[in-house]
């Protein structure tokens, strides 16, 4: 089982071999990363041609995949409604918040401004 979740732009930073991303990535030696359907979605969409694609398919598979429950609709719908005025949480960020408010597992996460409100210290920021 999943020790934490990643969002989509810590993907993307490591996918662009963006140093921070994967001294990041290293001292989570030991530990099993998880991403949830939406990001995996996210980062399938970013590709812009078949070779792109492929590699980020091949770079996904890693990852263990985290898949939300009803409740966690529930729960993403509830979460929207409460914070989507306030703070301009979206409808993705609730769906990708869920499984880890379930299941308590620490958000990486660059977008704090959304998460937070979300999950609390459960969102954190990695690097």
Known sequence: ?????VDTAILVDLLRNYEPALEWKLTRHGEIVGIVPYVFMEVMNGARDRRVQNRALAFLHQF????????????????????????GVGVIDCLIAAPAAR??????????????????????KPY
Do not use: C, R, S
């Not at 089982?1 to 979740?5: E, G, P, R, S, V």
């Not at 299941?103 to 954190?124: I, M, R, V």
């Open 1 to 5: 089982m999943a020790n934490l979740l």
């Open 103 to 124: 299941l308590g597992l620490p958000l990486y996460t660059h977008n704090l401004k959304h998460f937070t409100p979300l999950l609390g210290e459960l969102a954190q």
């Open 64 to 87: 263990e995949m985290v898949y939300p429950i009803q409740d966690d609709l529930e729960w993403a719908m509830t979460q929207h409604v409460a914070h989507h005025l306030k703070f």
